[in-house]
């Protein structure tokens, strides 16, 4: 039978919060706080500490650069979408007489309300515009600009 090899005991002054989250960590794990710092110490003397430390800051920089992605194709979405609005609007409103358009201005306050109330609506279901369109649509290097 082996002998287990004895363990050097040292004193470690801790920061009051950092013995409760020891303290805490180490119940969770049921486990003692001996080993836990063990564990930590030894981790953080570690020749490889380094190399772990630039992959979980190069993942946390990938889980960025997609949510950057994810928001510049949402607001490309939504320039592409005012773009053909007005597009669609612009070629198929024509001008009103002068009387007509008096009249058209005294109601563009309510109607402009209404948009308003509907755009609250929509949002306030989730963004689905963004849902209805596919994550792969890929880009095409023939394409004009909006509506062409």
């Not at 706080?33 to 490889?48: G, K, R, T, V």
């Not at 009249?103 to 563009?108: I, L």
Request: charged share 30%; net charge positive.
């Amino acid at each position: 039978m082996i002998a287990p090899k004895k363990k050097a005991q040292i004193s470690v002054y801790l920061d009051p919060e950092v013995m409760r989250n020891l303290s805490a960590y180490a119940a969770r794990r049921e486990q003692s706080m001996s080993l836990i710092a063990e564990a930590a110490i030894a981790s953080f003397l570690s020749p490889d500490a380094d190399e772990r430390r630039e992959a979980a800051i190069a993942k946390r920089l990938d889980q960025i650069d997609r949510r950057v992605a994810r928001l510049e194709r949402d607001i490309g979405i939504s320039v592409e979408t005012i773009a053909l609005f007005i597009r669609f609007w612009l070629t198929t409103t024509p001008p009103l007489p002068e009387p007509a358009a008096q009249a058209a201005r005294a109601q563009a306050g309510a109607r402009y309300d209404n948009f308003v109330a509907a755009l609250g609506r929509r949002l306030s279901q989730g963004p689905r515009l963004r849902q209805e369109i596919s994550e792969d649509v890929s880009e095409d290097p023939n394409r004009g600009s909006a509506g062409s």
